[in-house]
């Protein structure tokens, strides 16, 4: 069973900056594309940002310039670096990745989410 674990959400001021961590683990598996979305309440579930295993990066242009998705394969793991953040980032945040486990096809798992807020 695959798992995607976030950590490094909280509270911080605007102007500030955090650092979300997501980590997959699990039985052997294969990691495609891994990304970052948003949600607040009410709302869908936005995309911000994704990194291919080859370390392409593509951002929303809300995020663009302030946020840096990046990846460690040996680690299984994605980071988002969020700086110069605005109350409007104020959302629970889930990594996602298409991972394909030993002996089966690929698919989209979702982390738990952890929730950003951002004061003014």
């Known amino acids: 069973q695959v798992q995607l674990v976030e950590s490094g959400g909280g509270l911080v001021q605007a102007g500030g900056s955090l650092r979300l961590s997501c980590a997959a683990s699990g039985s052997r598996f294969s990691i495609n594309d891994m990304a970052w979305y948003r949600q607040v309440p009410g709302k869908q579930r936005d995309w911000i940002a994704a990194i291919t295993r080859s370390g392409s990066t593509h951002y929303a242009d809300s995020v663009k310039g302030r946020f840096t998705i990046s990846r460690d394969n040996a680690k299984n793991t994605v980071y988002l670096q969020m700086n110069s953040l605005k109350p409007e980032d104020t959302a629970v945040y889930y990594c996602?990745?298409?991972?394909?486990?030993?002996?089966?096809?690929?698919?989209?798992?979702w982390g738990q989410g952890t929730q950003v807020t951002v004061s003014s």
């Open positions: 996602g990745a298409d991972i394909i486990p030993y002996g089966s096809s690929s698919r989209h798992y």
